[in-house]
């Protein structure tokens, strides 16, 4: 009999629960919808939030201190890691990039370093490739211990070459010296301009390479899944390392968008002169030519042909190929983007606002040419 009173409580707790949630349910379903968007809330200028975030006090300084100099006893583990053939991968909470920087300064003296910077939005790899290849070529012709199978006497311009190509070359380099490698730091391999398939191939392509060694970070919880087997444990043959820093992403956060803040319009002008500024008169010069016609006609693009045209009257460029070095200058910095036509061809965008534009032009284009007219 007590069994069976059991089995009738619980019988009852479990038709009362189920009673509770579909009331719930029901009562949820009829109560009045809230009217509040997110695009009500009254978010702060970006400069602002950035600005109050550099305030906060650090905490627990003293034991981040004691943790950071703890891995510093790991720095011979991990350069003899390297100099077997392996890629060390760090992971766990925090900005790894000081970390790595101070190992690489201190224990990795007698090698060449490249650094790349996965946490900026575009990278170009087949310029960090080509720099690869030089340093590579520079320090083995100088030691003199380098012998390359199957390379013309008369050796091609790196910048000229593909990536297969180049990525031969670094892979077929042969020296007496077994100690020998450049090493190439990347922080954030798993950041947003590293993130598609055909990068991180060339990426496990590189690291696979005979006289190359990779040191690397991840933050994201998934990036292993950029990796099959093979070049997980075959090219970057990685050592993994657990190295939670606890340490502020400050270097990397100043390139990502903060959600609670909208872009300052004056932030995009000063950036966008900035760049500007960085480049050629000539490039600045085109760049011109494409602004006055989006201000002259905010609707449209320009198609790539009428700016070639409208270059070619001002003697800006000699050549289509002139024209998409600037082009890719100006896609590489986000100056400049490609937008469909209604008729179906591609048109140049500069993806900033009529008034944001006119004081980039007013700011840094007019003073260009008022600074060559002194001249």
């Known amino acids: 009999m007590d069994v069976n009173d059991n089995w009738e409580e619980d019988d009852d707790e479990e038709f009362e629960f189920s009673r509770n949630y579909f009331l719930a349910k029901e009562l949820a379903s009829s109560a009045k919808k809230s009217k509040h968007k997110l695009t009500d809330i009254d978010v702060v200028d970006e400069q602002e939030l950035r ?14 201190t004691l943790l950071l100099d703890s891995y510093k006893t790991l720095y011979p583990e991990w350069r003899f890691a390297l100099r077997s053939g392996f890629g060390l991968l760090m992971y766990g909470f925090g900005s790894k990039k000081a970390l790595i920087e101070d190992f690489a300064s201190t224990s990795l003296t007698k090698y060449s370093v490249v650094v790349i910077n996965g946490y900026l939005q575009a990278i170009n790899l087949k310029q960090v490739i080509i720099a690869l290849a030089e340093v590579l070529w520079d ?37 007496e010296d077994h100690d020998f490698f450049v090493c190439v730091v990347i922080h954030n391999i798993d950041g947003p301009g590293l993130r598609d398939s055909e990068t991180q191939q060339y990426l496990a392509r590189l690291a696979a390479c005979a006289r190359i060694r990779v040191v690397a970070s ?11 087997k093979n070049m997980a444990h075959t090219q970057f ?51 011109k030519v494409l602004a006055e016609h989006q201000l002259s006609h905010p609707d449209e693009g320009m198609p790539i042909n009428d700016l070639y045209s409208a270059c070619q009257e001002r003697f ?33 965008h500069i993806p900033l606002t009529a008034e944001a534009l006119q004081k980039v032009v007013d700011k840094s284009l007019n003073q260009s040419t008022h600074d060559d007219e002194n001249e």
């Open 237 to 287: 043959n990685w050592c993994w390392y657990h190295v939670p820093t606890f340490a502020p992403y400050k270097v990397e956060g100043m390139f990502y968008p903060l959600i609670l803040a909208h872009g300052s319009a004056n932030q995009t002008v000063k950036t966008a002169t900035i760049v500007l500024l960085s480049l050629t008169r000539n490039a600045q010069s085109v760049f």
């Open 316 to 348: 800006l460029v000699s050549s289509q190929v002139t024209l998409n070095s600037h082009l890719t200058e100006f896609k590489d910095h986000e100056l400049v983007k490609i937008k469909k036509h209604s008729d179906g061809q591609d048109c140049l």
């Open 218 to 228: 991840i933050d994201h919880v998934n990036a292993p899944l950029f990796w099959d």
């Open 51 to 64: 600005e109050a975030v550099s305030k906060i006090e650090p905490k627990h300084e003293n034991e981040i």
């Open 139 to 175: 320090q083995t012709k100088t030691k003199r211990r380098v012998s390359y199978r199957d390379l013309p006497k008369s050796q091609q311009p790196f910048n000229s070459q593909s990536m297969e190509d180049l990525l031969i070359f670094l892979d077929q380099a042969e020296t």
